[in-house]
């Protein structure tokens, strides 16, 4: 069951880079000036409306599909209220933030018109 829905817009120029080495900072619209240079900025269709991000849970990017591991106190939160995550990718000893969330798995290049899924693992 697909949870929370959206489509990426727009990839800031050093976000890439940033993904490749293992970190993803997701943001909703309006995205602050500050962050637009290391984001993927996006825009939901379904957002989590009280439901929690769990362990075990898959997000997917496009054709890129990561299994969660750890999840911050915060991050439902933020992710409901402002669009914003911190995707950790494949950093198992990664400290956990209160707004992050660790995953593993392959990761594709992240590129605008990509949809983003938080589903429920079946």
Known sequence: MTY???????VGPEAPAMAAAGVIIFFGE?????L?????????????QGHAIGVGDIVTI???ELEITSVG?????NLD???HVVLYVNQPDQKLL??????RGTLPVIEPGQIIEFRARS
């Open 30 to 34: 309006p995205l602050p000036e500050a």
């Open 98 to 103: 209160p707004g992050g969330v660790n995953a």
């Open 81 to 83: 209220e402002l669009g």
């Open 36 to 48: 637009a240079e290391v984001s993927v900025v996006h825009r939901p269709s379904q957002t989590l």
């Open 4 to 10: 929370y829905r959206s489509t990426v817009v727009d």
């Open 62 to 64: 496009g054709d890129g």
């Open 73 to 77: 106190d915060i991050a439902a939160k």
